[in-house]
C-alpha cells in the first residue's frame, strides 16, 4: 500500500472512532490472555484429533497417515466439488443481500450491485477473522459513499448480534424434531434458549426506551442500529438470512454422503448452527469445528475429520477467490 493510500486509511479509521469514545494515544496491542486462550483452544483441539485419530486407526490395524490416506482416497470428489462451490456462491448472494437490506434499514439507499464487491472483497480478510472482514466493509462504505464509520460498524455490529440468535432459532428448531436421537449435551438447548429469549426481550425493550429510560449507553453512536431497530427488522433479517442454512443443511448432508457418511436432514439440522458457531472462532484451520465434527459422529472418527478440514477451509477459500474477481472493481472504487 501506497504512501498516500496508508495516509487516507488513518484519516478513514480515525473517522470510524465513536467520538464519545475516548481516544488512545496509542494503538492498543491485542492483549496477551486472548492469545493464549485461541492458542489454548488450538491445542486441545488438536490433540482431542490426534488421539480419537489415531486410535481409529490403530482400531483398523493401520498407521495414521495410511489410515487418513485411506479416508480421502474414498471421496467423490468431483460431485463434492461442483456442490460446494454451488453453495459458496449461493451463500454469497444472500449474504450481500442481508447486508445491503441492513444498510439500507438503518443508514442509507445502497444498491445491491453496489454491495457485491465490498462483501466479495471483506471474504480474503475474512480468511483470518470474519469480524475484521466487517470492518473492512465499515471501511470501504466510509472511503467510497463517505458514510461515517461508525453508522457502518452499528449495521454491523446489528448483523453480529442477528446472527447469534438466527443460529439458535434454527438450533432450537432441530431440537425440537430430533431431540431424542441428539448427544446428551443439546439437552442444555431449551435452558440456553429461553434464556436467550428473555435477554432479547430486555435488550429490545432496552433499546426502544422502554426500560431504563434514562440510561444514556443507549444513544452511543455505535448502536444507531439498534436504536432504529422494530421488531419488523428482526424477523426479516431471520427470513432473510435463513435460506443459506436451509441450502446448507442440504448441501452438508449431501456431502456427507459423498463421504461415505449416513446422515439425514433433521440430523444436520440442530448439529449446523452448533458447528457454525464453533468455525466462528478465529482457530487454525478452524479446528473447533473440525473438532465439532468428529464429536458429534463419533462412529466415523477419519471421515468426519477429513469432511470438516476440507469443508470449512474450501468454503472460506472459494469465498476469498470470488473476493478476488471483484478485488480490482474494488480497488479503483477506493483509490481512483
Sequence with gaps: MSDTQSTETEQATASMADPEEPVAGQPKKKGLAGRLVFLVITALCF?????????AAMREGLGLVEYMSQVFANVAWLPWLGLMMAYSLFYFLIDTLVVTKALNWFIAPIKYKD??????????????????????????????????GWEVGSVMLFIMFCEIFYLLIWASVGFIFAGAELPDAFSLLPVISGGAAIFFIIWYLYFNGTLLKNNSFRERRILLAFRKADIKHYVMFFLLRSPALLAAIVVYTTALNLFGVDASFLTLLPYLPVIFFAAAVPTPMRAAAITFWVILFPENEGQMAAFGFVQHNFFILFNAVIGLVFW???????FE
Design 328 to 334: 480490482r472493481r474494488a480497488q479503483r472504487e477506493l
Design 115 to 148: 454491495i457485491l464487491p465490498i462483501r466479495a472483497s471483506a471474504y480474503i480478510i475474512s480468511i483470518f477473522n470474519e469480524q475484521i472482514g466487517k470492518g473492512a466493509m465499515a471501511y470501504y462504505l466510509n472511503k467510497r459513499d463517505k458514510i461515517p
Design 47 to 55: 490433540a482431542y484429533l490426534y488421539y480419537r485419530l489415531n486410535g
